[in-house]
């Protein structure tokens, strides 16, 4: 699986959340679930190994690198932006940007590269100066927060301002100034049922049955 390691050449950390409860794939734990010979979460931890800071957040069987800062959100359970929220405060030393990536996109590397040559295009190694960040869409245009590059002062703001728990990653992001960078093919599917996961297979290795 591919990587966006060192892209454009903006500084940024990353923060992996892995504590989805997988409930329409049976309550399996998502980030380990085996897709092309590989866990599912390698696809994004692979795609964030430029980062200064890798946090994952929450829990898995998944093997992680041993540089990952391993944290929880509080209460566990209480969602991505709580999770996002708790990965933040876990970087001591930030980068100008904060790349936020969930556990069950196979196609996070060809997504990250494209957000961060989306952050480059303003000639500068820390990306377009009056923006808050950049986050993929889908097909129709609709924003995947947890395929985002995001303005680390920005975030930390808008966390600070908010109750993380229990709100929607649209709330949290809803006073910031956002590109929305559109996809180039399927980088943005995500895994989040048997369909998907027999779609991806078929994607990775179309001589495979799904």
């Known amino acids: 699986m591919d990587t966006a390691a060192g892209q454009a050449g903006t500084s940024f950390d990353a923060v992996v959340l ?28 692979n795609a964030a190994r430029g980062a200064r800071t890798l946090v994952v957040v929450g829990r898995t069987s998944a093997p992680l690198p041993s540089r990952a800062v391993l944290t929880q959100e509080e209460p566990a359970g209480s969602g991505p932006a709580a999770g996002f929220a708790r990965g933040l405060t876990s970087i001591t030393d930030p980068a100008s940007w904060t790349l936020l990536l969930g556990c069950d996109v196979p196609g996070a590397g060809d997504a990250v590269r494209r957000l961060l040559n989306a952050s480059a295009a303003g000639g500068d190694a820390d990306g377009v100066a009056d923006v808050d960040g950049f986050v993929l869409t889908d097909a129709d245009g609709r924003a995947q927060w947890m395929l985002g590059l995001y303005r680390t002062a920005s975030v930390r703001v808008a966390v600070d301002a908010s109750a993380a728990t229990n709100l929607s990653m649209r709330a949290l ?33 179309p001589q495979r049955p799904a």
């Open 18 to 45: 892995v504590g989805g409860r997988g409930s329409r794939l049976g309550g399996v734990d998502k980030a380990a679930l085996d897709l092309g010979g590989h866990p599912l979460v390698d696809a994004s931890l």
């Open 173 to 205: 992001f809803a006073g910031l100034d956002l590109v929305l960078v559109r996809p180039a093919g399927p980088e943005w599917h995500d895994i989040d049922t048997w369909a998907d996961h027999a779609a991806w297979t078929e994607r990775l290795d």
